[in-house]
């Protein structure tokens, strides 16, 4: 369900579907009593408090505070009603029709599979399609268990079949708080979070080493969105440990480019460097998504719980 896409891409990936947003900004929002915190929720929590120092010296939040920002809450937090409005904006991008411009993505049949076309050309590798939901694009790469080919090389020709699921259980077994937890307190510098972040190196003498986006999700299914809110959570968690000091910083700056196998695309990046989404968002430098408290020229104005 993860993928290995740029730092910078997730916020704009989840901030249009993964986890709803709670308009009303308090952080004595309610939790669901069947899942009592772990201890990634403790540590987001202990670190409030230095977040308020931060943004009391802040000077370029662009109207952000932490009294009107978006709170991102789980799934299993929201009510009833918050559910059904999240399902209904789901299937209102999948009856919008696509702005994908003329022979780019023909396979593109609505604003839903705008995001997944935007991911397939952005991530460069394979995702394994895996419950049945009709998608249309892909797949790419190697054809497994009787997928139609798609008929274009590239993967973004029309190619309607339903949407499978197939979650490996030993991937999933490494998915559990104490990985998240070590991921976030033992590795300081951005490069090494951001390896750890996609599972490289793999743990050694582990029966789980993979890293949180190791989890391959077809960003066709909306579950996929869910996953990218949990990645930026992580990911904001890390910064909150000291935000002065890690809201600025940008992975593969500081150490040499690294490929990872399977994604021919180099890691490396500079403040230059311009994430350009294509038709589905507009270009925007690197350094305003690392700023959930402000960035994208107050665009971004959202914190976790």
């Not at 197939?166 to 999933?172: E, H, I, R, Y």
Request: glycine share 8%; charged share 20%; aromatic share 10%.
């Amino acid at each position: 369900m993860l993928v290995y896409a740029s730092l910078a891409i997730l916020p704009l990936l989840a901030g249009v579907g993964a986890s709803p947003l709670n308009k009303k900004a308090t952080f004595s929002v309610s939790r669901n009593p069947d899942f009592p915190l772990d201890v990634v929720d403790e540590l987001e929590a202990k670190a409030m408090p230095g977040v308020e120092t931060w943004m009391a010296g802040k000077d370029n939040a662009n109207g952000c505070t932490l009294e009107n920002a978006a709170v991102r809450r789980e799934w299993g937090d929201l009510s009833v009603a918050e559910r059904e409005e999240y399902v209904a904006a789901v299937l209102c991008l999948q009856k919008l029709p696509s702005k994908a411009p003329e022979g780019k993505a023909p396979g593109a049949l609505s604003r839903f599979d705008d995001f997944v076309a935007t991911h397939m050309t952005q991530a460069m590798m394979l995702h394994s399609p895996t419950n049945l939901m009709v998608v249309s694009l892909g797949p790419v790469g190697i054809i497994v268990n009787d997928i139609p080919k798609n008929p274009r090389s590239d993967g973004l020709g029309s190619n309607p079949r339903c949407l499978r699921r197939d979650v490996n259980k030993f991937s999933a077994a490494g998915a559990k708080a104490n990985y998240t937890y070590n991921l976030i307190t033992e590795n300081a510098g951005i490069d090494a979070f951001y390896n750890r972040y996609l599972g490289q190196p793999q743990l050694k003498d582990d029966p789980n080493p993979w890293g949180p986006s190791r989890f391959l999700r077809f960003p066709g299914d909306p579950y996929f969105y869910f996953h990218h809110g949990m990645l930026d959570r992580v990911w904001w968690i890390w910064q909150m440990q000291d935000p002065a000091a890690r809201v600025n910083l940008i992975p593969g700056t500081g150490a040499p480019a690294m490929n990872h196998p399977g994604m021919p695309m180099n890691r490396r990046q500079s403040s230059a460097t311009i994430v350009d989404l294509g038709w589905t968002a507009p270009a925007v430098p690197i350094t305003e998504l690392n700023d959930s408290l402000g960035g994208n020229g107050g665009k971004f104005c959202y914190v976790y719980v």
